[in-house]
């Protein structure tokens, strides 16, 4: 089984699509916990139940599975045990963060700049003018 670490971000897909959704993307693992400590976020007993005949080799119990608290980049939290990811597409998000300078622009720009990098979606940013 592959090693999730705590605090660091992954992109994954889950082996019951249609169930769990296909692709996580950009989620931190916040917590390792057992069956009876997801129970407090989530009826695991019941997903897993769902799980058993969809996922091959997948434990009858489950309380033999690994959960996890994992988080959104919008700060939303789920519970999924690791036994319902598939392991190929496992992979670590590595962040770096990147300095733009734009030289000789008028100020008119700045609401451009910040504008058009919205659109793609970069919220992250400090934008500020020398």
């Known amino acids: 089984m592959t ?8 992109n994954f897909n889950t082996l019951a699509p249609d169930i769990l959704g296909s692709r996580y993307e950009e989620f931190k693992i916040k917590s390792m916990m ?3 400590e997801a129970m407090k976020y989530r009826d695991i007993y019941t997903l897993h139940q769902n799980l ?3 996922i091959t ?3 009858i119990n489950a309380g ?3 959960f996890m608290l994992i988080e959104s980049k919008d700060k939303e939290t789920t519970i999924l045990a690791k036994e319902y990811i598939d392991p190929a597409s496992i992979t ?3 962040t770096i963060n990147i300095r733009v300078e734009l030289l000789d622009v008028s100020t008119d720009d700045l609401a451009v700049v910040t504008s058009r ?4 979606g970069y919220s992250n ?3 500020s003018t020398f």
């Open 125 to 127: 940013m400090v934008v």
């Open 57 to 59: 080799g997948l434990p």
């Open 52 to 54: 058993v005949p969809v």
């Open 64 to 66: 033999d599975c690994v």
């Open 3 to 10: 090693v999730f670490e705590i605090n660091k971000v992954y």
């Open 117 to 120: 990098f919205k659109e793609l």
């Open 92 to 94: 670590l998000v590595q």
């Open 34 to 36: 057992s069956a009876e």
